[in-house]
C-alpha cells in the first residue's frame, strides 16, 4: 500500500471485529513507528498496549462507568477551547452529526452522552487499545511530537490491512486506564487507540473535509 491510499482509507473505525491482532504485528507497526520525527529527537511518547484479559476487564470497568453515568475523572486538558468558534464550530458539528448516525445513536436522545461513552468503553469491540502518555514536564511541542508518531502508527496499520480510531474519551476514565496499564502519575495521558480489524458492512461516520483554499496558502510561484 503507497503512502496516499493508507492517508486515503485511514478513517476512524467504530465497528471492529474481535479477531485478535498478532503482537508480532503490533510489535512491526510500533518498531517502524519509533522512526517518527520529535523536536530534539525526545521521542517523548510512553506506549502501553493492551489486549486480551487485561483490555477485557478495563472494558468493562470502563463501561461500567459509563452505564452508571459517572461523570468521568477531572480532565487534565481540554480537548477543545471553551469557546468553538467559526469555521471550527461547523466542522465539528457536522462530524458530530455523522458520528451519530453511523452509530445509530438519535441527536435528541437523552441517553446519548452516556450511550456514547458506553461505545467508546468498549473500544467499539477492538481487540487492541494502545495508550499514548507523555511525561508532565513536556510541552505543546511535544504533545505535537506524539501527534505525529500516532498518526504514524494509524498510517503504518492501514499497511498491515488494520484500522484504528483514536480516543480521547479514555482521558475521562484515565485513573481506570492508568491502574491497568501501570503508569507512574508522573505521566499523563493524551489519548487511546482503538485498534482492529473492521466490521463488514458497518456504518462508517463519512468526515469531509475543508478545501484547501480555507487552510492552506501558498506564498510565492
Ligand atoms: C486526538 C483525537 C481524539 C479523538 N477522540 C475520539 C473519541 O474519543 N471518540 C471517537 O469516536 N472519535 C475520536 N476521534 C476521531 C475523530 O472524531 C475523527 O478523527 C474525525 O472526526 C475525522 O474523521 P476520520 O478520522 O474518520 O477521518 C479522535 C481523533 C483524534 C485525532
Given at each position: 500500500m503507497d503512502v496516499y491510499e493508507a492517508v486515503k482509507t485511514r478513517c476512524s473505525v467504530r465497528a471492529f471485529t474481535d479477531q485478535p491482532v498478532a503482537r508480532k504485528v503490533l510489535e512491526r507497526v510500533l518498531t517502524a513507528a519509533s522512526w517518527a520525527p520529535s523536536s530534539g529527537n525526545l521521542q517523548p511518547w510512553h506506549v502501553y498496549v493492551v489486549t486480551g484479559s487485561r483490555l477485557a476487564s478495563l472494558k468493562q470497568r470502563a463501561t461500567a462507568r459509563a452505564l452508571a453515568r459517572?461523570?468521568?475523572?477531572?480532565?487534565?486538558?481540554?480537548?477543545?477551547?471553551a469557546d468553538l468558534l467559526p469555521p471550527y464550530l461547523e466542522r465539528f458539528s457536522s462530524a458530530a452529526t455523522e458520528r451519530y448516525k453511523a452509530l445509530k445513536i438519535?441527536?435528541?436522545?437523552?441517553d446519548r452522552p452516556m450511550k456514547i461513552a458506553a461505545l467508546n468503553s468498549q473500544a467499539f469491540g477492538a481487540p487492541a487499545v494502545l495508550f499514548c502518555y507523555l511525561d508532565r514536564s513536556m510541552g505543546p511541542g511535544q504533545w505535537a511530537d506524539a501527534g505525529m508518531y500516532l498518526q504514524t502508527v494509524m498510517l503504518l496499520l492501514r499497511a498491515e490491512g488494520l484500522h484504528s480510531c483514536p480516543q480521547v474519551m479514555w482521558t475521562m476514565y484515565r485513573k481506570t486506564v492508568s491502574e491497568t496499564v501501570g503508569a507512574p502519575d508522573t505521566h499523563q495521558l493524551l489519548c487511546g487507540l482503538s485498534i482492529g480489524y473492521e466490521r463488514e458492512n458497518a456504518l462508517r461516520a463519512r468526515t469531509d473535509r475543508a478545501p484547501l483554499t480555507e487552510t492552506v496558502t501558498f506564498i510565492g510561484s
Open positions: 459517572d461523570p468521568g475523572d477531572d480532565r487534565e486538558y481540554p480537548m477543545y477551547p438519535e441527536r435528541d436522545d437523552p
